[in-house]
T-cell receptor
């Protein structure tokens, strides 16, 4: 049973560019959430997707957007990249958007130069 | 606004010691509290989840407690091993929005 998979594992972009990160949830899960983890910090909640809708959002600017597809996979898009966007981006999936345990992928390491 | 604080930020112990990691949160209106482990540069592995109606959960050498009224949770690790070395994160959940603590980085020396 495949867990949460994220691609790519590493990415290097230049300031001002746009990036798309991808996530496939654990089998049977329909809810996906995204987190940004800067070096030495705890993850920060970006947003949660359920039934192809953004259900919850953290304190991130509109440059961060997402999408959930009918097969429950998800994308995180970041426009106009800043140096401060360099971080580990984690995707998590769960059985529902409320109270179920989260299962995390290994993350995408984004470096903005 | 929920704030989650973990103390200590770092901890180094000799192998075999029992230890306690602390987590405090400001808003008691939570659905559950979860403890995760994170190895360097990796994703998070769930250790224990305590529902808001529960007081504790146990898994092997790990025991987590929850006191909503005082806004506190503890993770107890018995007979620590070098393989327990990692960062431990405390997370509160409310309607699907997770708030993480900064983590406690544990080093267990052989």
């Amino acid at each position: 049973d495949a867990g949460v998979t994220q691609s790519p594992t590493h990415l290097i972009k230049t300031r001002g560019q746009q990036v798309t990160l991808r996530c496939s949830p654990k089998s049977g899960h329909d809810t996906v959430s995204w987190y940004q983890q800067a070096l030495g910090q705890g993850p920060q909640f970006i947003f949660q997707y359920y039934e192809e809708e953004e259900r919850q959002r953290g304190n991130f600017p509109d440059r961060f957007s997402g999408h959930q597809f009918p097969n429950y996979s998800s994308e995180l898009n970041v426009n106009a990249l800043l140096l401060g966007d360099s971080a580990l981006y984690l995707c998590a999936s769960s059985l529902d958007p409320y109270n179920s345990p989260l299962h995390f992928g290994n993350g995408t390491r984004l470096t903005v130069t | 606004k929920q704030e989650v604080t973990q103390i200590p930020a770092a901890l180094s112990v000799p192998e075999g010691e029992n230890l306690v990691l602390n987590c405090s949160f400001t808003d008691s209106a939570i659905y559950n509290l979860q403890w995760f482990r994170q190895d360097p540069g990796k994703g998070l592995t769930s250790l224990l989840l305590i529902q808001s109606s529960q007081r504790e959960q146990t898994s092997g050498r790990l025991n987590a407690s929850l006191d909503k009224s005082s806004g506190r949770s503890t993770l107890y690790i018995a007979a620590s091993q070098p393989g327990d070395s990692a960062t431990y994160l405390c997370v509160t959940s409310n309607t699907g929005k997770l708030i993480f603590g900064q983590g406690t980085t544990l080093q267990v020396k052989p």
